[in-house]
Nanobody, 124 residues
Framework: QVQLAESGGGLVQAGGSLRLSCAASGRDLRSATMGWFRRPPGKERKFLGA????????YYADSFEGRFTISRDNGKNTMYLQMNNLKPEDTAVYYCAAAVLGIGTRSTRGYDYWGQGTQVTVSS
């Protein structure tokens, strides 16, 4: 089993920044891919980007590259999502997830474990 816990959400004004964290524990995730998703109010969960624990650069959905940056700290078993120049349309519940096989990681179907989510609200 894997436990994922997001933190760092909150209320921020438009133009501000937030850094979300995803702490992972449980089984060995060295071969896993870790992803970030978000679910705006009334909409479906959408892929933002992902990174592997073992190395390599993060990759992003086209519409999120630039303002959002994913990183990891292997020693802390923690993944991060740095969000800059936030806009009201970024308001959503943000989730991290783990894909054990690392297949189909641009879709929710590719992930085996999910965190509970953290709310991000951007005011105009």
């Amino acid at each position: 089993q894997v436990q994922l816990a997001e933190s760092g959400g909150g209320l921020v004004q438009a133009g501000g920044s937030l850094r979300l964290s995803c702490a992972a524990s449980g089984r060995d995730l060295r071969s896993a891919t870790m992803g970030w998703f978000r679910r705006p109010p009334g909409k479906e969960r959408k892929f933002l980007g992902a990174i592997t624990w073992s190395g390599g650069s993060p990759y992003y959905a086209d519409s999120f590259e630039g303002r959002f940056t994913i990183s990891r700290d292997n020693g802390k078993n923690t993944m991060y999502l740095q969000m800059n120049n936030l806009k009201p349309e970024d308001t959503a519940v943000y989730y991290c997830a783990a894909a054990v096989l690392g297949i189909g990681t641009r879709s929710t179907r590719g992930y085996d474990y999910w965190g509970q989510g953290t709310q991000v609200t951007v005011s105009s």
